[in-house]
T-cell receptor, first 113, second 112 residues
């Protein structure tokens, strides 16, 4: 089975812009979760989508949003980018609803200038 | 929100040495997962422990879940350079509002 894929792998944006990241889960996995990883805060949960509905949400501002399509692919959007949004954004899929075992993609490295 | 503490934060050892990484909390967990993350990649699930006192082995890696399900350890025997990476524990909280919380990680470097 192919693993979780994320695009793009690297992204550079400037403050105030918005960005959309994409994630394709492992075939058959209906749960897709998004995480932010930074050296200072570690790995933090953003939200989870299961069957096209957001089922769980972490403690992030409303600038961070997402959606899931009928084929389980997911997108995450960050609006009005801030310098502190620079991070590795990881997508993870699972055959069961969060918070069970997570199968991570390689991540998207976002740099905000 | 439960807090997961991992120790040590950094560990640099020579090939062939043994090591233990710890994951501790004051909260009781429903289950605990261990992941390894290599540079430029996402974390990869190594094991899940569910029962208090449970011990699982994965080749040279031994994982133990504390009897009270508040802590866990990862022991590596005869470490190899390929073991280098960031080791993360992640705990599933017990109760109705289940959450998955990641520890801050242990960065392991095994020198040849």
């Amino acid at each position: 089975k192919a693993g979780v894929t994320q695009t793009p792998r690297y992204l550079i944006k400037t403050r105030g812009q918005q960005v959309t990241l994409s994630c394709s889960p492992i075939s058959g996995h209906r749960s897709v979760s998004w995480y932010q990883q930074t050296p200072g805060q570690g790995l933090q949960f953003l939200f989870e989508y299961f069957s096209e509905t957001q089922r769980n949400k972490g403690n992030f501002p409303g600038r961070f949003s997402g959606r899931q399509f009928s084929n389980s692919r997911s997108e995450m959007n960050v609006s009005t980018l801030e310098l502190g949004d620079s991070a590795l954004y990881l997508c993870a899929s699972s055959p069961r609803q969060w918070p069970n075992e997570q199968f991570f993609g390689p991540g998207t490295r976002l740099t905000v200038l | 929100t439960q807090l997961l503490e991992q120790s040590p934060q950094f560990l640099s050892i020579q090939e062939g040495e043994n090591l233990t990484v710890y994951c501790n909390s004051s909260s009781v967990f429903s289950s605990l997962q261990w992941y390894r993350q290599e540079p430029g990649e996402g974390p990869v699930l190594l094991v899940t422990v569910v029962t208090g006192g449970e011990v699982k082995k994965l080749k040279r890696l031994t994982f133990q879940f504390g009897d009270a399900r508040k802590d866990s350890s990862l022991h590596i025997t005869a470490a190899q350079p390929g073991d280098t990476g960031l080791y993360l524990c992640a705990a599933v909280s017990s109760g109705s509002a289940r959450q998955l919380t990641f520890g801050s990680g242990t960065q392991l470097t095994v020198l040849p």
